[in-house]
Protein backbone atom coordinates (compact mmCIF):
# COMPACT_ATOMS: atom_id res chain seq x y z
CA UNK A 1 0.00 0.00 0.00
CA UNK A 2 1.52 3.33 -1.01
CA UNK A 3 0.68 6.55 0.28
CA UNK A 4 -0.40 9.83 -1.94
CA UNK A 5 3.15 11.18 -1.17
CA UNK A 6 4.53 7.54 -2.97
CA UNK A 7 4.11 6.17 -6.42
CA UNK A 8 4.92 2.30 -7.27
CA UNK A 9 7.49 2.44 -10.42
CA UNK A 10 7.47 -1.23 -10.06
CA UNK A 11 6.84 -3.37 -7.25
CA UNK A 12 10.13 -3.52 -6.06
CA UNK A 13 10.39 0.70 -6.81
CA UNK A 14 8.16 2.78 -4.85
CA UNK A 15 9.36 6.93 -4.55
CA UNK A 16 8.51 9.83 -3.20
CA UNK A 17 6.16 11.81 -6.37
CA UNK A 18 8.29 14.64 -5.65
CA UNK A 19 11.68 13.91 -6.99
CA UNK A 20 14.76 16.15 -5.63
CA UNK A 21 16.38 16.91 -9.17
CA UNK A 22 20.03 17.51 -9.25
CA UNK A 23 21.40 19.53 -12.35
CA UNK A 24 21.04 22.57 -10.45
CA UNK A 25 24.35 21.13 -8.64
CA UNK A 26 26.11 21.08 -11.92
CA UNK A 27 27.37 24.64 -12.00
CA UNK A 28 25.18 26.46 -13.84
CA UNK A 29 22.65 27.53 -11.59
CA UNK A 30 24.95 29.27 -8.43
CA UNK A 31 27.62 28.28 -6.46
CA UNK A 32 26.87 24.83 -4.29
CA UNK A 33 28.73 24.87 -1.33
CA UNK A 34 29.25 20.85 -0.91
CA UNK A 35 28.96 20.00 3.01
CA UNK A 36 25.69 22.65 3.18
CA UNK A 37 24.52 20.66 -0.06
CA UNK A 38 24.88 17.35 2.18
CA UNK A 39 23.25 18.56 4.84
CA UNK A 40 20.13 19.66 2.66
CA UNK A 41 20.21 16.21 1.11
CA UNK A 42 19.72 14.85 4.72
CA UNK A 43 16.76 17.46 5.01
CA UNK A 44 15.08 16.69 2.24
CA UNK A 45 15.21 12.96 3.27
CA UNK A 46 14.08 13.43 6.26
CA UNK A 47 10.97 15.18 4.87
CA UNK A 48 10.03 12.61 3.09
CA UNK A 49 11.74 13.51 -0.45
CA UNK A 50 13.62 10.32 -0.59
CA UNK A 51 14.02 10.17 -4.66
CA UNK A 52 17.03 11.95 -6.65
CA UNK A 53 17.13 12.61 -10.57
CA UNK A 54 20.63 13.10 -11.35
CA UNK A 55 22.75 12.34 -14.82
CA UNK A 56 26.36 11.29 -15.52
CA UNK A 57 26.87 14.27 -16.88
CA UNK A 58 25.17 16.38 -14.02
CA UNK A 59 28.87 17.99 -12.97
CA UNK A 60 29.77 16.13 -9.36
CA UNK A 61 26.15 15.15 -8.50
CA UNK A 62 27.18 11.57 -9.25
CA UNK A 63 29.99 11.69 -6.44
CA UNK A 64 27.67 13.88 -4.33
CA UNK A 65 25.46 11.21 -4.20
CA UNK A 66 28.14 8.70 -3.13
CA UNK A 67 29.20 10.60 -0.85
CA UNK A 68 26.05 10.97 0.91
CA UNK A 69 25.00 7.57 0.77
CA UNK A 70 28.28 6.95 2.47
CA UNK A 71 27.69 9.43 5.10
CA UNK A 72 24.38 8.39 5.57
CA UNK A 73 25.06 4.25 5.80
CA UNK A 74 27.51 5.37 8.43
CA UNK A 75 25.12 7.47 10.53
CA UNK A 76 22.16 5.29 10.43
CA UNK A 77 23.22 2.30 9.11
CA UNK A 78 23.82 0.59 5.96
CA UNK A 79 19.63 -0.52 5.26
CA UNK A 80 18.63 2.41 5.41
CA UNK A 81 19.82 3.33 2.17
CA UNK A 82 17.09 0.56 1.21
CA UNK A 83 14.55 3.69 1.72
CA UNK A 84 15.78 5.67 -1.18
CA UNK A 85 16.18 5.81 -4.32
CA UNK A 86 18.75 7.43 -6.81
CA UNK A 87 18.30 7.63 -10.69
CA UNK A 88 20.65 8.46 -12.70
CA UNK A 89 20.98 9.17 -16.69
CA UNK A 90 23.52 7.95 -19.12
CA UNK A 91 23.93 10.29 -22.29
CA UNK A 92 26.69 8.94 -24.54
CA UNK A 93 28.33 10.61 -27.55
CA UNK A 94 27.58 9.12 -30.69
CA UNK A 95 29.47 6.04 -31.70
CA UNK A 96 29.71 2.45 -31.47
CA UNK A 97 27.80 0.44 -28.40
CA UNK A 98 29.25 -2.89 -28.11
CA UNK A 99 29.40 -4.69 -24.27
CA UNK A 100 32.57 -2.84 -23.23
CA UNK A 101 31.51 0.99 -23.86
CA UNK A 102 28.05 0.47 -22.08
CA UNK A 103 29.69 -1.89 -19.04
CA UNK A 104 32.87 0.93 -18.86
CA UNK A 105 30.02 3.86 -18.02
CA UNK A 106 27.50 2.20 -16.11
CA UNK A 107 30.19 0.92 -13.97
CA UNK A 108 31.70 4.35 -13.61
CA UNK A 109 28.28 5.48 -12.58
CA UNK A 110 28.05 2.95 -10.06
CA UNK A 111 31.06 3.74 -8.41
CA UNK A 112 30.77 7.63 -8.25
CA UNK A 113 27.39 6.84 -6.16
CA UNK A 114 28.92 4.31 -4.05
CA UNK A 115 26.46 1.66 -5.34
CA UNK A 116 26.45 -1.81 -6.97
CA UNK A 117 22.97 -1.51 -8.50
CA UNK A 118 21.13 1.81 -10.21
CA UNK A 119 17.80 1.95 -8.95
CA UNK A 120 17.31 3.53 -12.19
CA UNK A 121 19.24 3.94 -15.08
CA UNK A 122 17.50 6.20 -17.47
CA UNK A 123 18.80 6.40 -21.37
CA UNK A 124 19.39 9.23 -23.64
CA UNK A 125 20.02 9.33 -27.50
CA UNK A 126 20.80 12.45 -29.45
CA UNK A 127 19.89 11.06 -33.12
CA UNK A 128 17.02 8.42 -33.30
CA UNK A 129 18.57 8.15 -37.69
CA UNK A 130 21.70 6.81 -35.54
CA UNK A 131 19.97 3.38 -34.70
CA UNK A 132 22.64 2.04 -32.49
CA UNK A 133 20.31 3.00 -29.45
CA UNK A 134 19.13 -0.52 -30.16
CA UNK A 135 22.48 -1.84 -29.35
CA UNK A 136 22.88 0.52 -26.27
CA UNK A 137 19.62 -0.80 -24.55
CA UNK A 138 19.78 -4.16 -25.33
CA UNK A 139 23.35 -3.93 -23.63
CA UNK A 140 21.74 -2.31 -21.11
CA UNK A 141 18.87 -4.75 -20.71
CA UNK A 142 21.34 -7.32 -19.84
CA UNK A 143 23.07 -5.10 -17.71
CA UNK A 144 19.36 -5.32 -15.86
CA UNK A 145 19.10 -8.68 -16.03
CA UNK A 146 22.36 -9.59 -14.06
CA UNK A 147 22.18 -7.17 -11.59
CA UNK A 148 24.14 -3.76 -12.19
CA UNK A 149 20.84 -1.81 -12.48
CA UNK A 150 17.41 -2.39 -11.34
CA UNK A 151 15.12 -0.93 -13.60
CA UNK A 152 15.98 0.48 -17.38
CA UNK A 153 14.33 3.79 -18.06
CA UNK A 154 14.35 6.43 -20.82
CA UNK A 155 14.46 10.19 -21.69
CA UNK A 156 13.33 12.74 -23.91
CA UNK A 157 12.32 9.78 -26.16
CA UNK A 158 10.13 10.44 -27.94
CA UNK A 159 6.43 8.75 -28.79
CA UNK A 160 6.89 6.80 -32.35
CA UNK A 161 10.74 5.95 -31.26
CA UNK A 162 9.29 4.63 -27.41
CA UNK A 163 7.01 2.45 -28.98
CA UNK A 164 9.86 1.44 -31.43
CA UNK A 165 11.95 0.21 -28.35
CA UNK A 166 9.02 -1.41 -26.73
CA UNK A 167 8.18 -3.56 -29.80
CA UNK A 168 11.13 -4.28 -29.73
CA UNK A 169 10.64 -6.41 -26.95
CA UNK A 170 12.84 -4.05 -24.40
CA UNK A 171 11.06 -2.85 -21.21
CA UNK A 172 11.23 0.02 -19.73
CA UNK A 173 9.72 1.69 -17.07
CA UNK A 174 9.54 5.36 -17.70
CA UNK A 175 10.55 7.85 -19.93
CA UNK A 176 11.59 11.42 -18.44
CA UNK A 177 9.72 14.19 -20.59
CA UNK A 178 9.30 18.13 -20.13
CA UNK A 179 5.72 18.57 -18.81
CA UNK A 180 4.40 21.63 -17.12
CA UNK A 181 1.22 23.93 -17.41
CA UNK A 182 3.38 25.45 -20.08
CA UNK A 183 4.75 22.33 -21.96
CA UNK A 184 1.36 20.35 -22.38
CA UNK A 185 2.85 18.50 -25.52
CA UNK A 186 2.71 14.99 -23.63
CA UNK A 187 -0.84 15.22 -23.13
CA UNK A 188 -1.52 14.58 -27.02
CA UNK A 189 0.56 11.37 -28.03
CA UNK A 190 2.92 10.49 -25.29
CA UNK A 191 0.35 10.28 -22.25
CA UNK A 192 -2.25 8.20 -23.54
CA UNK A 193 0.45 5.84 -25.42
CA UNK A 194 1.96 5.15 -22.32
CA UNK A 195 -1.15 4.33 -20.23
CA UNK A 196 -2.13 1.78 -22.97
CA UNK A 197 1.50 0.03 -22.43
CA UNK A 198 2.34 0.55 -18.85
CA UNK A 199 5.03 3.43 -18.73
CA UNK A 200 5.02 6.28 -16.59
CA UNK A 201 6.19 9.33 -16.85
CA UNK A 202 8.33 11.53 -14.88
CA UNK A 203 7.88 15.43 -15.11
CA UNK A 204 10.75 17.56 -15.09
CA UNK A 205 10.51 21.57 -16.22
CA UNK A 206 7.12 21.74 -13.91
CA UNK A 207 8.17 24.59 -12.30
CA UNK A 208 9.88 26.05 -15.25
CA UNK A 209 12.89 26.73 -13.39
CA UNK A 210 10.61 29.03 -10.60
CA UNK A 211 8.80 31.29 -13.66
CA UNK A 212 5.87 29.36 -12.01
CA UNK A 213 5.95 30.85 -9.04
CA UNK A 214 4.66 34.03 -6.61
CA UNK A 215 7.73 35.20 -7.44
CA UNK A 216 7.13 36.14 -11.14
CA UNK A 217 3.32 37.83 -10.85
CA UNK A 218 3.10 40.98 -11.54
CA UNK A 219 6.86 41.36 -12.41
CA UNK A 220 8.16 42.74 -15.93
CA UNK A 221 9.69 40.45 -18.41
CA UNK A 222 12.83 39.17 -16.89
CA UNK A 223 15.93 39.34 -19.50
CA UNK A 224 19.85 39.06 -19.88
CA UNK A 225 21.29 38.67 -16.30
CA UNK A 226 17.63 38.75 -14.62
CA UNK A 227 17.73 35.13 -15.96
CA UNK A 228 20.34 33.78 -13.39
CA UNK A 229 20.39 29.94 -14.11
CA UNK A 230 20.06 27.65 -16.71
CA UNK A 231 17.02 26.73 -15.86
CA UNK A 232 15.52 29.88 -16.22
CA UNK A 233 17.06 30.65 -19.38
CA UNK A 234 15.60 27.10 -20.93
CA UNK A 235 12.25 27.50 -19.62
CA UNK A 236 11.57 31.83 -20.48
CA UNK A 237 12.80 30.65 -24.01
CA UNK A 238 9.66 27.81 -23.49
CA UNK A 239 7.29 30.42 -22.30
CA UNK A 240 8.46 32.88 -25.56
CA UNK A 241 7.44 30.16 -28.05
CA UNK A 242 4.19 28.67 -26.11
CA UNK A 243 2.79 32.63 -25.81
CA UNK A 244 4.79 35.62 -25.02
CA UNK A 245 5.36 37.48 -21.70
CA UNK A 246 1.60 39.31 -21.44
CA UNK A 247 -0.12 36.03 -21.62
CA UNK A 248 1.80 34.23 -18.75
CA UNK A 249 0.98 37.16 -16.45
CA UNK A 250 -2.35 35.92 -17.22
CA UNK A 251 -1.90 32.51 -16.66
CA UNK A 252 0.14 33.49 -13.56
CA UNK A 253 -2.89 36.07 -12.21
CA UNK A 254 -5.14 32.36 -12.74
CA UNK A 255 -2.90 30.41 -11.06
CA UNK A 256 -2.97 32.92 -8.46
CA UNK A 257 -6.57 32.79 -7.76
CA UNK A 258 -6.52 29.08 -7.60
CA UNK A 259 -3.66 28.87 -4.80
CA UNK A 260 -5.44 31.92 -2.66
CA UNK A 261 -8.63 29.33 -2.72
CA UNK A 262 -6.31 26.80 -1.23
CA UNK A 263 -4.08 28.75 0.64
CA UNK A 264 -0.90 27.57 -0.98
CA UNK A 265 1.21 29.37 -3.64
CA UNK A 266 1.28 29.18 -6.83
CA UNK A 267 3.86 27.04 -7.79
CA UNK A 268 2.32 24.73 -5.67
CA UNK A 269 -0.52 24.56 -7.91
CA UNK A 270 1.47 24.06 -10.68
CA UNK A 271 3.36 20.48 -9.53
CA UNK A 272 -0.27 19.34 -8.25
CA UNK A 273 -1.24 20.03 -11.70
CA UNK A 274 1.13 17.85 -13.53
CA UNK A 275 0.97 15.27 -10.57
CA UNK A 276 -2.95 15.11 -11.87
CA UNK A 277 -2.20 14.20 -15.23
CA UNK A 278 -2.18 10.96 -17.12
CA UNK A 279 0.36 8.60 -16.83
CA UNK A 280 2.62 10.79 -14.36
CA UNK A 281 4.56 9.67 -11.51
CA UNK A 282 6.28 11.44 -10.43
CA UNK A 283 7.85 15.69 -11.02
CA UNK A 284 11.12 16.33 -10.45
CA UNK A 285 12.01 19.64 -8.80
CA UNK A 286 15.53 21.38 -9.20
CA UNK A 287 17.24 21.47 -6.22
CA UNK A 288 19.39 24.62 -5.75
CA UNK A 289 21.11 22.36 -2.52
CA UNK A 290 22.16 24.55 -0.10
CA UNK A 291 20.94 27.74 -1.95
CA UNK A 292 17.28 27.79 -1.69
CA UNK A 293 14.92 25.17 -0.31
CA UNK A 294 11.22 24.67 -0.99
CA UNK A 295 10.25 21.94 1.06
CA UNK A 296 7.57 23.59 3.07
CA UNK A 297 5.62 24.55 -0.60
CA UNK A 298 6.15 21.07 -2.03
CA UNK A 299 4.88 18.96 1.12
CA UNK A 300 1.13 21.64 0.39
CA UNK A 301 1.22 19.36 -2.73
CA UNK A 302 0.51 16.71 -1.44
CA UNK A 303 -2.62 18.02 0.81
CA UNK A 304 -5.05 19.44 -1.56
CA UNK A 305 -7.02 18.78 -4.31
CA UNK A 306 -7.50 20.65 -8.06
CA UNK A 307 -11.61 20.64 -8.55
CA UNK A 308 -13.38 21.40 -11.62
CA UNK A 309 -13.44 24.88 -10.91
CA UNK A 310 -9.82 25.62 -10.87
CA UNK A 311 -9.20 23.38 -13.85
CA UNK A 312 -11.82 25.98 -15.56
CA UNK A 313 -10.03 29.00 -14.73
CA UNK A 314 -6.76 28.06 -15.45
CA UNK A 315 -7.98 25.96 -18.77
CA UNK A 316 -9.74 29.58 -20.21
CA UNK A 317 -5.86 30.73 -19.96
CA UNK A 318 -4.44 28.19 -21.73
CA UNK A 319 -6.85 27.72 -24.40
CA UNK A 320 -4.91 31.06 -25.83
CA UNK A 321 -1.68 29.39 -25.67
CA UNK A 322 -0.20 28.56 -28.82
CA UNK A 323 0.45 24.61 -30.05
CA UNK A 324 3.74 23.55 -28.89
CA UNK A 325 3.32 20.21 -30.38
CA UNK A 326 3.14 21.80 -33.97
CA UNK A 327 6.20 24.66 -32.90
CA UNK A 328 8.25 21.79 -31.59
CA UNK A 329 7.15 18.67 -32.28
CA UNK A 330 6.91 15.35 -29.95
CA UNK A 331 8.22 15.17 -26.16
CA UNK A 332 12.45 15.87 -26.71
CA UNK A 333 12.39 17.18 -30.35
CA UNK A 334 13.56 20.29 -28.31
CA UNK A 335 17.11 18.66 -28.11
CA UNK A 336 17.33 17.08 -31.71
N1 LIG B 1 16.07 14.75 -18.80
C1 LIG B 1 16.32 16.00 -19.09
O1 LIG B 1 16.69 16.34 -20.24
C2 LIG B 1 16.16 17.06 -18.04
C3 LIG B 1 16.15 18.40 -18.40
C4 LIG B 1 15.95 19.36 -17.40
C5 LIG B 1 15.78 18.95 -16.08
N2 LIG B 1 15.82 17.63 -15.77
C6 LIG B 1 15.67 17.17 -14.36
O2 LIG B 1 14.63 17.91 -13.75
C7 LIG B 1 15.13 18.63 -12.62
C8 LIG B 1 14.36 19.90 -12.50
O3 LIG B 1 15.00 20.93 -13.18
P1 LIG B 1 14.31 22.07 -14.03
O4 LIG B 1 15.39 22.74 -14.73
O5 LIG B 1 13.20 21.48 -14.79
O6 LIG B 1 13.80 23.08 -12.92
P2 LIG B 1 12.43 23.29 -12.17
O7 LIG B 1 12.20 22.17 -11.25
O8 LIG B 1 11.35 23.67 -13.12
O9 LIG B 1 12.81 24.61 -11.34
C9 LIG B 1 13.55 24.55 -10.18
C10 LIG B 1 13.63 25.93 -9.56
O10 LIG B 1 12.33 26.45 -9.37
C11 LIG B 1 12.33 27.36 -8.31
N3 LIG B 1 11.11 27.14 -7.50
C12 LIG B 1 10.15 28.06 -7.27
N4 LIG B 1 9.18 27.52 -6.54
C13 LIG B 1 9.52 26.25 -6.27
C14 LIG B 1 8.90 25.21 -5.54
N5 LIG B 1 7.73 25.36 -4.93
N6 LIG B 1 9.53 24.03 -5.46
C15 LIG B 1 10.72 23.84 -6.06
N7 LIG B 1 11.36 24.81 -6.77
C16 LIG B 1 10.75 26.00 -6.87
C17 LIG B 1 13.61 27.14 -7.52
O11 LIG B 1 14.39 28.33 -7.71
P3 LIG B 1 15.25 28.96 -6.54
O12 LIG B 1 16.29 27.92 -6.23
O13 LIG B 1 15.83 30.19 -7.16
O14 LIG B 1 14.33 29.24 -5.39
C18 LIG B 1 14.26 25.93 -8.18
O15 LIG B 1 15.65 26.05 -8.25
C19 LIG B 1 16.62 18.74 -12.87
O16 LIG B 1 17.37 18.92 -11.70
C20 LIG B 1 16.91 17.41 -13.52
O17 LIG B 1 17.02 16.41 -12.51
C21 LIG B 1 16.00 16.70 -16.73
Known sequence: ????????????????????????????????D???????????????????????HYGPAEDLVGQFRRRYAAERGEPTLAHLQFFTKWVPRAGPMPRAVVETAIAASRRRMATGTLDLLQFHWWDYADRRYFDALTRLADLRD????????????DTERLAGILDHGIRVVSNQIQFS??????????????????????AYGTVCGGLL??????????RGSALDTASLQKY??????????????????????VATRHAVGISTVAVRWV??????????????????????????????????????????????????????????????
Request: aromatic share 8%; glycine share 8%.
Open 275 to 336: LDRPAVAGAILGRRLGLSDHRADNTRVFAFALDAEDDARIEAVLAKSRNLLGAIGDCGDEYR
Open 181 to 202: LIDRRPEVRMAPFCRERGVHLL
Open 236 to 257: KRMVDVWGGWTLFQELLSALDD
Open 213 to 222: SGRYLNQPEP
Open 146 to 157: TGAIRHLALTNF
Open 34 to 56: REKALASMAAHVDAGFTTWDLAD
Open 1 to 32: MVSPEQFALAPDLTICRILNGMWQVSGAHGPI
